[in-house]
């Protein structure tokens, strides 16, 4: 049952169908919860940022503690299948909110099973793939992940439609696809005996070494920059985009995305994982200044485009990188510690990128992240030619 092909086994295909439809369940709702907040409930900009900040650093500090309980228990199905039926709880309390502390609430308990599950999955996804095919089998997991953002945004459009533009309405019917991927990981991942995996994970941690820690401290300073994508709906409307059609951007910025991933990790395996990672830092500071300068509605929607390229370029990329620079039996817990440090940074850059748009302007949030990552670019040059000098020596 876990045999590979084509240079991953079916654990990855099943990982990227749970993705797919826990994608669906989120993307239903994630690009509505801005207007929810502004038009529904009359929040500021300030407070939709602290709201972001605080449940995408909920999910990331989790994700260390996550990562090392799993290699301690040998085990990533079950922490995935707690991670992924606490996401689904988030729903209903989204659906019944009357103010924003529940939406708070919400985006605090769905981002709490993010920060359980993507650890342990991203392990599971390395083990299952051969050296050769990390790249693909990432971006094969990424694809999936992304064609699930795809239908969800275009379920939520269709919904709005049909049902008089009820947001609750669709945060309640996102709740189906959301159980459909904790079964698939409950009746299809299969993994290896946890007694298997002990030896290791039982053992004294092993230092992870200066390309892990140098890595880390460049995606911490692009997180900084990278402030959550709500900022990029509010321009989007502000520009004059409508909100019925707010899913439709955000479905073209994830179909960008995941027809994209999957080549993206093909060139990476082919020609380097650090290069393409260059280039998506390279095109995150010109999507940003893009929306920074932008002027029009139909220049939002050729950015959000080239958004989904960046996405698609990185991702996967990244995590596939990380797996060729960290030890063997401690990968949940090196991903772990990856995606902890870049959520301490993802707090701070949702609440100044709100702070920025209130008292600066709306283009200040966007110039500050296309700074951040020309700074990002520069360090992961350096880094390379750290690399390469090593190799050398």
């Not at 698939?184 to 820690?213: C, D, N, Q, Y």
């Not at 004059?240 to 999957?262: E, K, R, T």
Request: include cysteine; aromatic fraction near 14%; charge should be positive.
């Amino acid at each position: 049952m876990n045999g590979k092909r084509r240079g991953f086994g079916r654990n990855v295909i099943v990982a990227g169908l749970v993705s797919l439809f826990m994608d669906f369940s989120s993307e239903m709702v994630y690009p509505l919860v801005p207007l929810f907040l502004s038009d529904v409930l009359g929040a500021n900009k300030s407070v939709i940022g602290l709201i972001e900040g605080i449940a995408e650093s909920t999910a990331s500090l989790l994700r260390v503690f996550s990562g090392w309980l799993s290699d301690r228990m040998g085990s990533r199905k079950w922490l995935m299948a707690a991670g992924y039926g606490t996401a689904t709880l988030s729903r209903p309390i989204l659906a019944l909110a009357a103010g924003w502390h529940q939406v708070l609430a919400s985006r605090f308990v769905d981002r709490f099973g993010k920060g359980v599950r993507v650890a342990p999955r991203d392990a599971l996804i390395a083990e299952s793939s051969e050296a050769t095919h990390i790249g693909r089998a990432f971006g094969l997991q990424r694809a999936m992940d992304t064609f699930g953002a795809v239908m969800g945004p275009a379920c939520a459009f269709l919904l709005l439609g049909l049902l008089s533009g009820s947001y609750r309405a669709v945060f309640w019917i996102s709740i189906v696809p959301g159980l459909v991927a904790v079964l698939l990981v409950v009746f299809l991942i299969r993994e290896k005996p946890p007694s298997r995996r002990r030896e290791t994970a039982g053992a004294k941690p092993a230092r992870f070494g200066w390309r892990f820690r140098f890595f880390v401290v460049i995606a911490a300073v692009f997180a900084l920059g990278n402030s959550s994508d709500v900022f990029l709906i509010l321009r989007a409307r502000q520009l004059g985009i409508s909100p019925v059609l707010i899913p439709l951007v955000y479905l073209l910025f994830n179909l960008v995305y995941a027809l994209s991933a999957f080549p993206a990790g093909i060139v990476a395996d082919r020609f380097g994982k650090k290069r393409v990672i260059l280039l998506g830092f390279a095109l995150f500071a010109a999507v940003y200044y893009g929306f920074a300068i932008a002027q029009t509605s139909r220049q939002i929607w050729f950015l959000f485009a080239l958004y989904g390229l960046f996405m698609g370029l990185t991702e996967g990329v990244q995590k596939a990188f990380l797996s060729t620079i960290i030890p063997q039996g401690f990968k949940a817990t090196a991903y772990g510690i990856y995606n902890t440090v870049v959520g301490i940074a993802v707090f701070p850059a949702s609440l100044l990128g709100g702070w920025l748009w209130d008292r600066v302007s709306p283009s200040a949030t966007f110039y500050f992240g296309a700074i951040t990552a020309v700074l990002s670019a520069a360090l992961f040059g350096s880094f390379m030619i750290a690399m390469k000098g090593n190799a050398e020596h």
